[in-house]
């Protein structure tokens, strides 16, 4: 059974900032099941943005813990736009943003690509 995203949200920032990072909701989406977008900044200024992995790059039906794939943007107003299109498409999202040094591995679960 996986967990809602309200608690996995909360349970990340909690994370982040255990080991000495920055974390915030930008954006609260559907407590139970919204899709999770990370927006991940280093304090050196790189940027990345990750994203629920589809459908098919699981191996089974129910995963039990949420994938994620980094998502091809390279600036913040390429990610903005592309957070836009996908609040327009459901408007259940969540987008949290995350300041650390630390992998994102160490955070998130990514599917292999």
């Keep these: 059974m996986r967990v809602t995203s309200e608690l996995w949200v909360s349970a990340l920032v909690r994370r982040v900032f255990a080991d000495g990072g920055f974390a915030a909701v930008r954006r609260r989406g ?3 099941a919204g899709a999770i ?3 991940r900044r280093t304090r050196l200024g790189a940027f990345e943005l990750y994203g629920p992995a ?3 790059s699981y191996e089974e039906a129910r995963p039990a813990e949420r994938q994620f794939v980094r998502m091809a943007a390279t600036t913040e107003e390429e990610a903005d736009r592309r957070l836009e299109r996908e609040m327009r498409f459901d408007p259940d999202v969540w987008v949290l943003e995350v300041e650390t040094e ?3 591995e ?3 679960v990514l599917a292999a690509e």
């Design 30 to 32: 559907a407590r139970e």
């Design 37 to 39: 977008f990370v927006v």
């Design 54 to 56: 589809p459908q098919t």
């Design 102 to 104: 630390a992998a994102m």
């Design 106 to 108: 160490d955070y998130l």
